[in-house]
T-cell receptor, first 115, second 112 residues
Framework: SQKIEQNSEALNIQEGKTATLTCNYTNYSPAYLQWYRQDPGRGPVFLLLIRENEKEKRKERLKVTFDTTLKQSLFHITASQPADSATYLCALADAGGTSYGKLTFGQGTILTVHP | ETGVTQSPTHLIKTRGQQVTLRCSSQSGHNTVSWYQQALGQGPQFIFQYYREEENGRGNFPPRFSGLQFPNYSSELNVNALELDDSALYLC???????????FGPGTRLLVL
């Protein structure tokens, strides 16, 4: 069956360090993968999208990689700040059949950046 | 701000009742998707509408139904509410099925 796993429920790091979050999937051929940020009681906020034929995407302090052979995406936040503390969700988009366009989410990683 | 709005923000219902949640998509977005998010979990896909037709459905029973209107608004209806329906309900709009989905703030539903 299809499965998406984010490697840890919680990640604690010191301000200024790089946070690295992992998303692994099985039994998918995704059209693309997205990362979202979610604050408590709020809707997810789109951060980055990377397509199956792309290896890396960057946006300011954010970087995402996508390895379709390993079936893994890594999400990096460099020079992390306490304001980066939130839950980060990865989501895969199906490209075929009745699930066309459906987003399947991982369970999320709670990132806490300590001053 | 994504331009996607949802109402109401919070709702309390009792078991067996029916509820209607509303969403207003970004202008120009023909696709709306609805998700259910239980506490501590990622959002789960309920269904998607494209140009007023259902365009895909997740593993939710028929008592979860939806409508999409030409003015970029949509509804999620849930009949015969159960305690496990307590969750954050999110709508997300996009231009097409395979483009980035932008989420609203959600409606927090509590079923007692």
């Amino acid at each position: 069956s299809q499965k998406i796993e984010q490697n840890s429920e919680a990640l604690n790091i010191q301000e200024g360090k790089t946070a690295t979050l992992t998303c692994n999937y099985t039994n998918y051929s995704p059209a693309y993968l997205q990362w979202y940020r979610q604050d408590p009681g709020r809707g997810p906020v789109f951060l980055l999208l990377i397509r199956e034929n792309e290896k890396e995407k960057r946006k300011e302090r954010l970087k995402v990689t996508f390895d379709t052979t390993l079936k893994q995406s890594l999400f990096h936040i460099t020079a992390s700040q306490p304001a980066d503390s939130a839950t980060y969700l990865c989501a895969l988009a199906d490209a075929g059949g009745t699930s066309y366009g459906k987003l399947t989410f991982g369970q999320g990683t709670i990132l806490t950046v300590h001053p | 701000e994504t331009g996607v709005t949802q109402s109401p923000t919070h709702l309390i219902k009792t078991r067996g009742q029916q509820v209607t949640l509303r969403c207003s998509s970004q202008s120009g977005h023909n696709t709306v998707s609805w998700y259910q998010q239980a506490l501590g979990q990622g959002p789960q896909f309920i269904f998607q509408y494209y140009r007023e037709e259902e365009n895909g459905r997740g593993n939710f029973p028929p008592r979860f139904s939806g409508l999409q209107f030409p003015n970029y608004s949509s509804e999620l209806n849930v009949n015969a509410l159960e305690l496990d329906d307590s969750a954050l309900y999110l709508c997300a709009s996009s231009r097409t099925s395979l483009e980035t989905q932008y989420f609203g703030p959600g409606t927090r539903l509590l079923v007692l």
